[in-house]
């Protein structure tokens, strides 16, 4: 059973409206963690909020010894995390979850994000390199293409209002880029009906996919079975599996997408 660290902020900015970028020092677990695994973290007093508030790891900062985390304010939890200011501490549980299975072999992979669900994608992009394509889903402003383009050559941006990139969804990239290039794997974290689709196209074109699924989340290590969502079994039958533990990271084939 792993222990809460008490983490020290070093740097907590917004990068763009609502989205922060948090960074926390700890050492040992920048050596630690693996993309696609959280952070539950306590945000607030004793009590209130009671539940601590999963957030990924976005990537590591391995000279610094630091972890950086990207979140979009929602509600009370996330404000608090906000106010945080460098030298402040937080009640950090993780890493948790299983992450995304990195297979060092694979010649070419994809991997697209949409929205906030492109923070967790960060770091595997860096294990990829040059051998991403790494495509990045925005309604309107974008962020961490920065970050993203020091660990790919090959980064393409969508805008939903055409602001900048290709104007459309950021599937349409995938589904053409799928058609031109043989890819080993796709990852891929975003929104639900986004997920779906990158596993539609995965699917009609034959490549293995791995998606990052959300869950609202209470204990976050297993126990309360809060976050349980039904998966296909490879014999047909269904199987509950839980977020936090068995994910939050499946096989695509496996979720069961219209529940
Ligand atoms: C494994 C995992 C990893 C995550 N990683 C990130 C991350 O890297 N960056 C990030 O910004 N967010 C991430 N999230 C979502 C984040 O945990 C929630 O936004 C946060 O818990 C909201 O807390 P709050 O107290 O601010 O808002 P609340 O007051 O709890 O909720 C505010 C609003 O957000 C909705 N909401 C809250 N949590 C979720 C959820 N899990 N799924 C869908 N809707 C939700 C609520 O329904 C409500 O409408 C992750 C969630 C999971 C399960
Ligand atoms: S949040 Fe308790 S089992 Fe997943």
């Given at each position: 059973?792993?222990?809460?660290?008490?983490?020290?902020?070093?740097?907590?900015?917004?990068?763009?409206?609502?989205?922060?970028?948090?960074?926390?020092?700890?050492?040992?677990?920048?050596?630690?963690?693996?993309?696609?695994q959280f952070f539950h973290i306590k945000c607030g007093g004793d009590k209130f909020p009671l539940l601590r508030r999963p957030i990924s790891l976005s990537y590591t900062k391995r000279e610094k010894?630091?972890?950086?985390?990207?979140?979009?304010?929602?509600?009370?939890?996330?404000?608090?995390?906000?106010?945080?200011?460098?030298g402040d501490?937080?009640?950090?549980?993780?890493?948790?979850?299983?992450?995304?299975?990195?297979?060092?072999?694979?010649?070419?992979?994809?991997?697209?994000?949409?929205?906030?669900?492109?923070?967790?994608?960060?770091?595997?992009?860096?294990?990829?390199?040059?051998?991403?394509?790494?495509?990045?889903?925005?309604?309107?402003e974008t962020f961490l293409l920065k970050e993203l383009q020091e660990r790919s050559a090959d980064v393409r941006a969508a805008t939903e209002d055409g602001s900048f990139g290709y104007?459309?969804?950021?599937?349409?990239?995938?589904?053409?880029?799928?058609?031109?290039?043989?890819?080993?794997?796709?990852?891929a974290c975003g929104p639900k009906p986004m997920l779906k689709t990158v596993a539609k196209i995965c699917r009609e074109?034959?490549?293995?996919?791995?998606?990052?699924?959300?869950?609202?989340m209470a204990c976050g290590v297993g126990a309360c079975l809060g976050c349980s969502c039904a998966v296909n079994e490879r014999d047909g039958s269904l199987q509950y599996k839980r977020v936090c533990k068995d994910g939050p990271v499946f096989r695509a084939e496996e979720v069961c997408w219209d529940e």
């Open positions: 059973m792993k222990e809460p660290k008490v983490l020290q902020v070093i740097e907590n900015k917004p990068i763009a409206a609502g989205i922060y970028s948090l960074e926390l020092y700890h050492h040992a677990l920048c050596e630690e963690v693996l993309p696609g010894g630091a972890v950086v985390l990207i979140y979009r304010v929602q509600g009370q939890g996330t404000e608090f995390l906000s106010s945080r200011r460098p501490s937080l009640d950090v549980l993780g890493p948790l979850g299983s992450g995304f299975e990195v297979n060092r072999q694979y010649e070419r992979v994809a991997i697209v994000g949409g929205g906030i669900g492109i923070a967790p994608l960060v770091e595997l992009a860096g294990i990829y390199g040059d051998r991403a394509a790494v495509f990045a889903g925005y309604r309107d104007g459309g969804f950021v599937t349409d990239l995938l589904l053409q880029y799928l058609k031109e290039q043989r890819t080993d794997m796709v990852f074109n034959s490549v293995g996919c791995q998606v990052s699924l959300e869950e609202r």
